[in-house]
């Protein structure tokens, strides 16, 4: 089984860009956006408390997040392997999903960095807010924040996975529109490959 993730900033294009790579290499595209976005329109328990976290532009609990990661990982079948989007996020999550993989013989496979920089995120996130309606991406407060939460807690992800030899980085920026989102997903065929 492969592992990647999908490392950046938040706007950094990692579902965009997850969403082409995970059918072309038959791997499952796990967002833990996208989960937690499923609890709570589901209106569960989980997705209630997740849903007050994320709208003040904070993280939800680490065993939240790796109960459902690891969920995944046990039931779904026939893929190469998992192309993971928004986790980890902080060294200890990292830790958890080295013990994780490892409790299954496994490892990351590689860490795929999009660096795009900060006045691009916001632009990028603001945009997003207008096509999907997720009001969490219209308030400038939440997008300081999650700039500032970012660099402040999922930076550090970098020299980690850099001293492990499994870090590399794409230049996250490939212009606007559809033809500069093939670009990046170019780039990141090239690592890949």
Avoid at 90 to 102: G, P, V, Y
Wanted: proline share 4%; net charge negative.
């Amino acid at each position: 089984m492969k592992y990647y993730i999908l490392f950046g900033p938040p706007g950094a294009g990692k579902g965009t860009q997850a969403a082409p790579l995970s059918k072309e290499y038959n791997l499952c595209h796990l967002s833990t956006g996208s989960l937690l976005r499923a609890e709570i329109a589901a209106g569960t328990e989980l997705g209630m408390k997740a849903k007050t976290l994320i709208d003040a532009g904070n993280f939800v609990p680490d065993e939240v997040v790796e109960g459902m990661i690891e969920s995944k990982f046990n039931t779904v079948k026939d893929v190469e392997g998992f192309i993971l989007d928004g986790f980890p996020r902080t060294i200890s999550q990292a830790e958890d999903l080295e013990k994780m993989l490892a409790a299954r013989g496994e490892e990351v496979t590689a860490v795929i960095s999009l660096m795009i920089p900060d006045s691009l995120i916001r632009e990028r996130i603001k945009h997003r807010a207008t096509i999907e309606g997720r009001a969490d991406d219209a308030n400038d407060d939440t997008i300081t924040n999650r700039i500032q939460t970012y660099h402040a807690k999922t930076e550090a992800l970098i020299n980690f996975y850099k001293e492990k030899g499994k870090y590399i980085e794409v230049d996250g920026d490939g212009g606007p529109g559809q033809e500069g989102i093939d670009k990046v997903t170019e780039r990141i065929r090239k690592v890949l490959a």
